[in-house]
């Protein structure tokens, strides 16, 4: 167990809806990373939050938006969804430290009909 | 040229086999080096993480790192069917401003035939 708590697991829902993916991470660390893994193009960074601030961004939408709260717990926001956002969303955990490896979540499958 | 190439597979292999499972990447800057291991319907789960050039073992799983080549390698001795999985190799540069990037291999799946 990696101590990272995703949940839920599984979402399904139509196009053009919204979503709020959630995040705990592990005890003690700082930071959360939000990724999206699909089986063409593998885990693909979206973006790291450290201790309440957005520290980097990578291959975000503009329809997707995150935000990490007093208690550390994150929040991924997805909307206006489309058939191509299906895929896993995982959140990862570290201290913060740019040497740290990151601790993975199970993940939230988000299926779009 | 993608900043990390690693070779899908699927690669099938009898138990007790030694497994070799490589990554190549182009960015220089990249300093940290990790592999994981992915069940199906599972998160990854970090498996060996090293910094220098040569090699570390841990139990029956050995990583290389030759950064001259920008190659890096995963070794499972004594495979065993529970090793069955996909194996992601990751990456890390310092971007600045207190973050860096962590970029993966998009992984090899694995299987260890009993």
């Known amino acids: 167990d990696s101590g990272v708590t995703q949940t839920p697991k599984h979402l399904i829902t139509a196009t053009g809806q919204r979503v709020t993916l959630r995040c705990s991470p592990r005890s003690g660390d700082l930071s959360v990373y939000w990724y999206q893994q699909s089986l063409d193009q593998g885990l693909q960074f979206l973006i790291q939050y450290y201790n309440g601030e957005e520290r980097a961004k990578g291959n975000i939408l503009e329809r997707f938006s995150a935000q990490q709260f007093p208690d550390l717990h994150s929040e991924l926001n997805l909307s206006s969804l489309e058939l191509g956002d299906s895929a896993l969303y995982f959140c990862?955990?570290?201290?913060?430290?740019?040497?740290?490896?990151?601790?993975f979540g199970n993940g939230t499958r988000l299926t779009v009909t | 040229q993608k900043e990390v190439e690693q070779d899908p597979g699927p690669l099938s292999v009898p138990e007790g086999a030694i497994v070799s499972l490589n990554c190549t990447y182009s960015?220089?800057?990249?300093?940290?080096f990790m592999w994981y291991r992915q069940y199906s319907r599972k998160g990854p789960e970090l498996l060996m993480y090293?910094?220098?050039?040569g090699n570390k073992e841990d139990g029956r799983f050995t990583a290389q790192v030759d950064k001259s080549s920008k190659y890096i390698s995963l070794f499972i001795r004594d495979s065993q069917p529970s090793d069955s999985a996909t194996y992601l190799c990751a990456m890390s540069a310092y971007s600045g401003a207190g973050s860096y990037q962590l970029t993966f291999g998009k992984g090899t799946k694995l299987s260890v035939i009993p």
């Open positions: 990862a955990s570290g201290d913060g430290r740019y040497n740290s490896p990151l601790h």
């Open positions: 960015n220089s800057a990249f300093q940290y």
């Open positions: 090293t910094y220098s050039s």
